[in-house]
């Protein structure tokens, strides 16, 4: 009896591979995670020169303007951690009277979640490094 074989244009045996989802897709659930933490605001994810990829804001927010703080935060922690010789900076929180922004670096630019003063800055930075790793994990897995 012959083994059963999978030509190009064939199922395998085991059934349909399932289809991985798009970069795009994975930085959006990605985000969509992040904003749903006790005390965020919203959130983006931008290019290094603050070109928006993705963006989960309240209506009133000014998302280009957003974009180019984060691009601006993240552009500096990674000079200032190169200068102090203390390799790539992972996150960092800025906090004021009326909030909270955390900016987290991944390889296609910035993580930049808004928050609440209150916001419990632990639980949000441990899952902003969750969000940043998983980030350069999908970024280095080669799109179908």
Avoid: K
Wanted: proline share 10%; aromatic share 4%.
């Amino acid at each position: 009896m012959a083994d059963p074989q999978t030509t190009p244009n064939s199922t395998p045996p085991d059934g349909p591979a399932a289809p991985r989802p798009s970069r795009a897709q994975a930085f959006r659930e990605t985000l969509s995670e992040l904003t749903r933490l006790d005390g965020v605001r919203g959130g983006l994810i931008v290019t290094p020169d603050g070109l928006v990829i993705t963006s989960e804001l309240p209506p009133r927010f000014p998302v280009e303007a957003l974009a180019a703080l984060a691009a601006t935060l993240g552009r500096e922690l990674e000079l200032g951690a190169s200068r102090l010789e203390r390799g790539a900076f992972r996150t960092a929180l800025f906090s004021a009277d009326d909030g909270t922004v955390f900016v987290g670096g991944s390889p296609v630019g910035y993580v930049t979640l808004v928050a609440d003063r209150n916001v419990n800055n632990e639980g949000v930075r441990t899952a902003l490094g969750r969000a940043v790793d998983r980030l350069r994990g999908t970024w280095r897995t080669p799109t179908p």
